[in-house]
Each structure stands twice: as structure tokens, then as C-alpha cells.
């Protein structure tokens, strides 16, 4: 047995199968909730995919190809075309591309730092401005609705100038075409800030407006922003897609979508051709700079050579023509070129030094080359010390004089080739495919698949409602749960349509001035009805051993039935010629009355206080052998009203002139009434909904009633529901319902 004071284990749902088809039956139950709410999601999906602005996609590809420095591999200048770079990685050229260099320069050639968008009516304006198609001699669709401060289709304004103040940078101002090229320029209080025409510069206040083209109908309005310079590069930075086609492939695609294809297209176009632009300038620029280096040592190198040569004629004239040995002659012819090789060196070091740091590998590898020529030119020059000293100071001339002469050679030699290569330079990427858009394919939206996303978020959405819904009424739909607080449930009532139309009736303002509200007398073959004549058996047994022929039917809550249970199970015991007296003890919001179509006055509060005979608050009903009494009006103390000895007195009275009383009483959770009655009937029961009331609250009330002497005899499972998520919960065969009615011939 489960204790009293603890909530009961529900061991019948410990089954993960049974959760799973509970689950599953709770969605089946919500089946057109879910239905409704998916539908909407998928109607609004629809809108959205339809009134979306279609957005285009431009692309464009562009090679990046190996540098081969102009003209060299037909002039045998690998060593040099080394110096100003190998193969460029297409990450690198990419983030070139999208520098701020090449998209600012494109934000100003194209303007696209102003920003200009027509007005259009919410939600469905700029849908119909799409679908506007022009005839002959008709540019603009005329306004719908009166609505004149709208685009409806054709409108344009270009703008070629346009310049603000910095306190009205990324503010939006208003341009209103006035009528026959004129227009009014409004900032965001509607304040005129410029008036003027079509053509015509217009400076003010720090404003300056140049409108090229306006073509909108008086009184159509426009919205202009004029962007921060690096804010509309950032924007271009973040929308302008690149990327490598295949790794290593050189191959660069770009893409920029717009809901304009052909300003994606320009703008595309404008940074390509800027990209390439700046490419041969930066091939050029690395040739430039060499030339006017090596074109900076040439006269010196001049100068060296000359200083040189007037040296070894000086000399050859005071030693009279005194000429160079062999032994002398190989050793010079060896130290000349070492000496060559060494000022070479020197020329990369120079240029290394403007393009590395000292740190670098390329710098690091170069001093250490360097350092080697000038070991092996300290051996030779320890031979020369052997020599005579004519021979030796000859040969130092001589050398200086060959050494000069051949820097100089070389230096003129690839100062006219790195002049050549920089004329010649066409940079190492082009334009394989110019930009353009498919303006039959948009890339967005993508409508089957926002419908399908709409729809599938639509289901999902509805069934987390009905679930976290589910979750969050804790009210109970399995009699078991009831049954293990120890509390028999004698009778599991099915919910009746019929039995709700009643109530809506006889509850609103004005009911039915004919016909009967009972359940057991305009239907007495419903289900509901049927399950109250098992009640009736089922009590008939159980109040042998009662004290007393006096039947309180209270419940947890409001709106669980109780009424509805006294006033037909009162009908039907009549029915069997026992003769019944139903009680309406609720006065503060009893509504039996309502339901045998009676008035509440003379009824049971001013029987208690002593105002009216007991025969004058009997009253009769259209059932024979059931009578009434109804609440009577409703009194300032009805629980005073109860707890007089004149309630015991009339109890007492009525028992002995009925075979039974029913006392239908308030919810004893809300006020003590229940328990003042009960405390005098013979049997207690109480009417809990399916669905409403929680575990703890019926605890509760059993609790509530103990703590008071009374022992409930059992509990009525009121308004049982059909339910697919209730598959399982009746395992009972005491709750499963059939209609079985009588064959009519």
C-alpha cells in the first residue's frame, strides 16, 4: 500500500514502451492543433518566399599566374627575376584584392558609399513595384490606395554627388521628388535641409547634392545615406566573396550578391579591373626601383673607374712602361675576378637590405657567400707578397682598373634590362571571365526550401507546445493513480458533448425557456448516464453499512462536475422509485436551480435561518420522485449557516421522509463547507475531472477530510476523454465504456 502522505508510484508507467505510445498518443490527441500551427508556420513561410526580394549573384574569375619578370626568360635573367619573387600563393593575392586599396578606390569611382532605396508600402509595396511591367509611354505605375509617398514600380534616382556634414554620415535623410525634376532633400525630423532640381549643384549648410536622373511620381520619397568611406569598404570587404578554384590551381573565383544584378556586376567589374590595374603597377614599381638604384651607383662606379685608370697610366709612365709577368698575369686574372664576384655581391646585399630584415635566411646566406670570396681573396693576395714590388703595385692598378671596368659593364647591362623589363611589364593575373549574373536564377531565397524549413519548424514548434503543454498540466488521467492514494474510483465517467451543450446553456445569460437540462432525461442512452447507473449499483451496495441515508458529494476544485454527478445520479436512483432528495448546500455558487429551470429564492439558506417551513423549500421536479432544494439566496455567513443545530434538524427531518438525501456541496479546497457537511452524511464522495485535478491536489483533499473525521468513501472519475495518449492507463476492465443500445424495429 502507498502511504497517505506520499504521492503513489505509478508502476503502470514504468514501461518505456507505454511512455513512448503515450507520447505518441498525446501528439494524436493534438492533431489539429498541430495541424493549425504547422499550416500558419507554412502560410507565413510562403509569404516570406514570395514577398522576399529575390537577391542575384554576380561572378567573376581571375588567374593569378607565375612571375616571369617580363622579358627574362628571353634575356636569360633568371638570377634577377628571382630577386622580385617567385610564385604568388592565391591567398595572398586575394587578401590584395579585397584590400582597401582596390575596393576604396572602386567605393569611389562607383559611389557606392551612397546608399539610395525607394519607399515602399509594408510588407507587399515592394513586391508589386517588382512585378510593375512598363507600356508604351508609361514609366511609372500610378499610386494605389492614395498612397503617393510610395514607390509602386519605375521609380529612379541617381545621384552624382552628394556630400554631408560628419554629424549626418550613416544617418538617414529623405529625398522627395516635388514634381517636374524638382526635389527637397529632409532629414530625419522631416526638416528641409535642400531644395532644387534635376542637373543643377546645390551647396548649403554644408551640404552639397548633385541628382543626375529623378524619375518618381510628386510625392514619392526616397531614402539616401551617405556612408562612411571605410565603413562601405568594410561592408564591400565582408559581401565581396573570393576564393581559389582547386588548391594551387592559380585560378581565383569572385562573387558579390545584390538585389540589383546589374550593380553586382559593376561593381564586380570595377574590382577586377582595379586588381589587375594595381598589379602591373606593383610589377612595374619592383622594376623602377632597382633601375633607379642600379642608375644610382653607375656614377660612382664611373668616377671609380676613371680615378683607376689615370692611376695605372700615371704609373706605367714614371716606370717606363714596365709590363705584367705571366706568373703576375694569372694571378691578377684570378683576383679580378674574385673582385667581380665580391662587388656583385655587394650590389644583392644593398638591394637585400631595402627589401629584408638582417634576420633573414636569403640576407644571412648572402654575408656568409660573401665572407667565403673574401677568404679565398686573402690566400691570393698572400702570393702576391711574394712577388717583386713593381709587379705587385702593377698589379694592384691593373686590378682596380679591370675590376671597374666590369661592375661598370654590368651595371650599364642590366640597368637597360631592368628598363626594358619595366616597359615591358603586363603583371602576372588577368580576367578570364568578366563579371556577370543569372538574372533567371536567383541564389536567394531559396523558396522550396524556406517553405519546407517553415513547414518542418511550424511542426516541430507545435509539438513542443503540445508536450511542454502536456508536461505542465500535472492533472490526472489514470484512475489508478486515484485508486493507490487509497481511494476507490466506483464509477469512470466519459466526457458528453450533450452534457456540454447543457451547461453552456443554462450558464450564459439567458437559457432555454423549454426542455430539460438533464443529461439522464433528454439522453438516457448516453454513455455518461450509463456509467452513473453502474455508480448507482455500486453505491447501492456500498451504503448498507452507512450511518445514515445521507450522501455528500463534494470535490477538489471548482468546475469538476459535482452538480452535474448529484443532479442525474439523484434522477436516476428516482427513476428506480426510491424517492430522492437532492440538496443544493453550495450558496454561494450553487446553480442547480438552473438545471430543473427553477429559482434560486426560498431554497436552502433561508430554510436555515428560520425565515421559511421546510414544505415551502421542497420543491418538486419534472422527475417523479425527486424533489429540490435549491440554495436560496445567497447569504453573508453560509458556513455559519451549517454549523446551526437547525442544519442538523433539517438533516434529520429529510432522512426520515426520503429513501435518500444527496448534499451537493462546495469544493472543500476553496471553503470548509464540504467538511461541516460531511461530518453528518452517512457517505462521503467526492467528483475529481480528468485532466484537472493533480495527484497532490486530490491527496490533498482526502487529507483535508481526514483531518476533519470524515472518511471519504470513495472517488467519481468525472469527464473521462478518449484519448490516444491514454492507451494503457485502463487496465481495469471497471473503466472501458461501450454503447449498447436496443434494437428498434
Known amino acids: 500500500m502507498t502511504s497517505q502522505n506520499s504521492l503513489p508510484v505509478q508502476d503502470s508507467h514504468d514501461d518505456d514502451d507505454i511512455d513512448l505510445l503515450a507520447l505518441a498518443g498525446t501528439l494524436l490527441d493534438a492533431k489539429w492543433l498541430i495541424v493549425g500551427i504547422t ?51 592565391a591567398v595572398t593575392e ?60 519605375g521609380e529612379k534616382l541617381d545621384i552624382f554627388q552628394l556630400e554631408v556634414p560628419d554629424s549626418y554620415l550613416g544617418k538617414e535623410l529623405t529625398l522627395r521628388a ?30 552639397k547634392l ?49 538585389e540589383d544584378p546589374a550593380q553586382a556586376t559593376r ?68 683576383i679580378v675576378q674574385l673582385e667581380t664576384l665580391i662587388s656583385e655581391q655587394k650590389l644583392k646585399r644593398a638591394e637585400m637590405e631595402r627589401r629584408f630584415t638582417r634576420q633573414h635566411p636569403s640576407y644571412q646566406a648572402l654575408i656568409t657567400q660573401m665572407g667565403q670570396l673574401e ?18 703595385e702593377l698589379l694592384r692598378l691593373t686590378r682596380d682598373v679591370q675590376v671597374g671596368t666590369e661592375i661598370y659593364t654590368q651595371l650599364l647591362n642590366k640597368s637597360q634590362e631592368l628598363d626594358i623589363l619595366r616597359a615591358g611589364t603586363v603583371g602576372n593575373v588577368r580576367i578570364i571571365d568578366a563579371a556577370d549574373a543569372n538574372i533567371e536564377k536567383p541564389v536567394k531565397p531559396k523558396k522550396p526550401l524556406i517553405v519546407l524549413i517553415a513547414t518542418l519548424l511550424g511542426g516541430l514548434i507545435a509539438m513542443a507546445y503540445v508536450l511542454v503543454r502536456k508536461a505542465l498540466n500535472r492533472g490526472v488521467e489514470d484512475p489508478d493513480v486515484i485508486e493507490q492514494m487509497g481511494l476507490p474510483v466506483y464509477a469512470a465517467i466519459p466526457h458528453s458533448k450533450e452534457q456540454a451543450v447543457h451547461e453552456q446553456s443554462f450558464r450564459g445569460k439567458s437559457h432555454a425557456s423549454t426542455g430539460s437540462h438533464l443529461l439522464a432525461v433528454t439522453n438516457p442512452a448516453d454513455l455518461a448516464v450509463e456509467s452513473l447507473r453502474s455508480l448507482r449499483t455500486s453505491l447501492h451496495f456500498a451504503t448498507l453499512e452507512a450511518k445514515n441515508n445521507i450522501m455528500m458529494i463534494s470535490g477538489p476544485s471548482p468546475a469538476v462536475g459535482k452538480s452535474f454527478v448529484s443532479a442525474n445520479l439523484a434522477t436516476i436512483v428516482a427513476q428506480t422509485g426510491q424517492r430522492v432528495l437532492l440538496v443544493d448546500a453550495d450558496m454561494r455558487k450553487g446553480y442547480l436551480h438552473k438545471m430543473f429551470r427553477d429559482e434560486a429564492e426560498s431554497g436552502l439558506s433561508e430554510l436555515l435561518a428560520a425565515r421559511i417551513e421546510l ?29 446551526h443545530a437547525n442544519f442538523t434538524k433539517f438533516l434529520e427531518q429529510v432522512s426520515s421522509r426520503y429513501d435518500l438525501v444527496i448534499v451537493d456541496t462546495p469544493p472543500i479546497l476553496a471553503v470548509t463547507d464540504a467538511a461541516l457537511v460531511g461530518r453528518q452524511a452517512g457517505t462521503s464522495l ?44 485502463y487496465g481495469n476492465y471497471a473503466y472501458y465504456q461501450y454503447e449498447y443500445k436496443s434494437d428498434k424495429a
Open 39 to 89: 499550416a500558419f508556420f507554412t502560410v507565413m513561410g510562403v509569404a516570406y518566399a514570395v514577398l522576399t526580394p529575390p537577391v542575384y549573384q554576380a561572378n567573376a574569375l581571375v588567374q593569378v599566374e607565375e612571375k616571369k619578370g617580363g622579358l627574362a626568360a628571353m634575356t636569360g635573367m633568371s638570377e634577377m627575376t628571382e630577386m622580385f619573387g617567385g610564385t604568388s600563393a
Open 94 to 153: 586575394i587578401e590584395l584584392l579585397k584590400s582597401r586599396a582596390v575596393l576604396g578606390q572602386a567605393v569611389e569611382n562607383l559611389k557606392l558609399d551612397v546608399i539610395v532605396e525607394p519607399h515602399y508600402f509594408p510588407l507587399f509595396g515592394r513586391f508589386l513595384a517588382r512585378r510593375f511591367q512598363p507600356e508604351p509611354g508609361q514609366e511609372l505605375a500610378g499610386p494605389l490606395f492614395g498612397f503617393s509617398g510610395f514607390a509602386w514600380g
Open 178 to 207: 516635388e514634381g517636374n525634376g524638382t526635389f527637397t532633400l529632409l532629414n530625419e525630423d522631416d526638416e528641409a535641409l535642400l531644395t532644387g532640381s534635376v542637373g543643377a549643384q546645390i551647396e548649403q549648410d554644408g551640404f
Open 210 to 258: 548633385q541628382v543626375a536622373e529623378l524619375r518618381a511620381n510628386a510625392g514619392a520619397e526616397f531614402s539616401v545615406i551617405k556612408q562612411r568611406r571605410l565603413t562601405t569598404i568594410l561592408q564591400y570587404q565582408e559581401d565581396l566573396g573570393a576564393g581559389e578554384r582547386g588548391k594551387e590551381s592559380g585560378i581565383i573565383a569572385l562573387s558579390l550578391e545584390s
Open 267 to 334: 561593381v564586380l567589374d570595377e574590382v577586377s579591373r582595379l586588381y589587375v590595374l594595381q598589379n602591373v603597377q606593383r610589377n612595374s614599381a619592383e622594376a623602377a626601383q632597382s633601375l633607379e638604384f642600379l642608375q644610382g651607383q653607375l656614377p660612382e662606379v664611373r668616377k671609380q673607374l676613371e680615378e683607376a685608370e689615370a692611376k695605372l697610366n700615371a704609373y706605367q709612365t714614371s716606370a717606363r712602361s714596365v709590363d705584367i709577368t705571366i706568373e703576375t698575369k694569372a694571378v691578377l686574372d684570378q
Open 375 to 392: 677568404q679565398t681573396k686573402r690566400d691570393l693576395m698572400k702570393k702576391v707578397e711574394h712577388l717583386p714590388e713593381t709587379q705587385q
Open 615 to 643: 414544505d415551502t423549500a421542497i420543491t418538486r421536479t419534472e422527475v417523479e420522485n425527486l424533489d429540490l432544494i435549491t440554495r436560496g439566496q445567497v447569504p453573508p455567513n453560509p458556513s455559519e449557516l451549517l454549523m
Open 686 to 729: 467526492i467528483v475529481t475531472r480528468y485532466g484537472m485535478n493533480a495527484a497532490k491536489e486530490i491527496l490533498l483533499t482526502k487529507r483535508r477530510f481526514e483531518q476533519n473525521g470524515i472518511n471519504l468513501k470513495g472517488a467519481i472519475f468525472n469527464a473521462v476523454e478518449r484519448k490516444a495518449s491514454a492507451y494503457g492507463y
